[in-house]
Each structure stands twice: as structure tokens, then as C-alpha cells.
């Protein structure tokens, strides 16, 4: 098969607009402060220094400080038993 240059080069330039228009999908609504601190993700830790930022690192602290205790809890009930792999004898 054998396609002429001019043919080949119109073909990648269409195609790469086609892929190039798409762009990314926009959302129906503005990121706001409260949807952020609903998501939160490792990487928003940072100096706070707006009362945004501060309410950011609180419940940023709230939701680590939970997911420790449902830990601690689980300890204290022997709910965190080890691997059927362990060296250590299971109970």
C-alpha cells in the first residue's frame, strides 16, 4: 500500500487536531474550598497562611486523626489478627 506523501501528511494533520480538539471535559460546577476538603489527598499539605488553608489542614488532621483511631480501636478489640503467613502462631 502505498500513499502519496501529500496524503499522508493531510491524514496525520487531521488527526492530530481531531485528537488535540477534544481537550478536557469541564465540570458543571466551580471548585469551591468545601469540595476540596471533602477530597483530600495526600499532596495539600502545605503552610497554612488564609483561613481557607487552615480549615484545609484541620480537616486534613480530623480525617487522619480518624482513620488512626478506627486502627487503635481494632487493636484494642483483637480485630487485627495476623497473616495466615506469619512465623508467629495464631491464636
Known amino acids: 500500500m502505498n500513499i502519496p506523501m501529500a496524503r499522508f501528511s493531510a491524514l496525520i494533520l487531521v488527526g492530530g487536531a481531531v485528537t488535540l480538539s477534544g481537550g478536557c471535559a469541564a465540570t458543571d460546577k466551580p471548585i469551591t474550598a468545601e469540595m476540596l476538603r471533602k477530597d483530600l ?51
Open 41 to 91: 489527598s495526600p499532596n495539600m499539605g502545605s503552610l497554612a497562611f488564609t483561613h481557607d488553608e487552615r480549615l484545609n489542614n484541620e480537616a486534613k488532621s480530623w480525617h487522619i486523626n480518624w482513620r488512626n483511631a478506627v486502627g487503635t480501636i481494632d487493636r484494642i478489640m483483637f480485630n487485627d489478627r495476623p497473616f495466615r503467613m506469619s512465623i508467629h502462631p495464631i491464636p
